[in-house]
């Protein structure tokens, strides 16, 4: 299973952009990348979810670069109530010969700032 | 997305007691569901796999025996924690996977246990 390094935290005031990188130097050929998002006393809950080069959804942007060794998710504009722990995932659930369990890292402990 | 919900949210017993976490999920069926501990400011941490229909497969080092898990049908996976103790105080999160998005987890709220 793929490693992933991410900064233990980051600030960011109200309707800024926040980037969050994730390094993952070994990850596989057929590992995906999953960001889930993580608010206190809840269940993580899947963000965004990508294999290669660009993906957006309604709430935000995974960035991977050709050799995939990191990914950065990108939080348009955040509020308050993007305060949460964000984990990066790289592996896979299940592979042809059985399963993988996604292991989470420590995740990054995002603070949005009035 | 898909559903899970997980009951209760919060437990309190006392120690020496056995406690039931529920697992369901309400709009998918799910073939394997996870179950996962978390302790204070830490990351969540695999304690098994849970398989409908057969045994759990559990991490190295968790307990099968204090960690009872049943996956009797599609939509239904529970954890018992027999004979608690203090030290098993913890957050409880199941999560499953729907066919068809096989990449991405689902996740319950989550159990909050606490023995006295």
């Known amino acids: 299973l793929a490693k992933t390094t991410q900064p233990i935290s980051m600030d960011s005031y109200e309707g800024q952009e926040v980037n969050i990188t994730c390094s993952h130097n070994n990850i596989a050929t057929n590992d995906y990348i999953t960001w889930y998002q993580q608010f206190p006393s809840q269940g993580p809950r899947f963000i965004i979810q990508g294999y290669k080069t660009k993906v957006t959804n309604e709430v935000a942007s995974l960035f991977i670069p050709a050799d995939r060794k990191s990914s950065t998710l990108s939080l348009p504009r955040v509020s308050l109530s993007d305060t949460a722990v964000y984990y990066c995932?790289?592996?896979?659930?299940?592979?042809?010969?059985?399963?993988?369990?996604?292991?989470f890292g420590k995740g990054t402990k995002l603070s949005v700032i009035p | 997305g898909a559903v899970v919900s997980q009951h209760p949210s919060r437990v309190i017993c006392k120690s020496g007691t056995s406690v039931k976490i529920e697992c369901r999920s309400l709009?998918?069926?799910?073939?394997?569901m996870f179950w996962y501990r978390q302790f204070p400011k830490q990351s969540l941490m695999l304690m098994a796999t849970s398989n409908e229909g057969s045994k759990a497969t559990y991490e190295q080092g968790v307990e099968k025996d204090k960690f009872l898990i049943n996956h009797a049908s599609l939509t239904l996976s529970t954890l018992t924690v027999t004979s608690a103790h203090p030290e098993d105080s913890s957050f409880y999160i199941c999560?499953?996977?729907?066919?068809?998005?096989?990449?991405?987890?689902?996740f319950g709220s989550g159990t909050q246990l606490s023995v006295l």
């Open positions: 995932l790289v592996g896979r659930i299940f592979s042809g010969a059985g399963s993988y369990q996604l292991t």
């Open positions: 999560s499953a996977t729907v066919s068809g998005q096989a990449e991405k987890l689902f």
């Open positions: 709009d998918f069926q799910a073939t394997t």
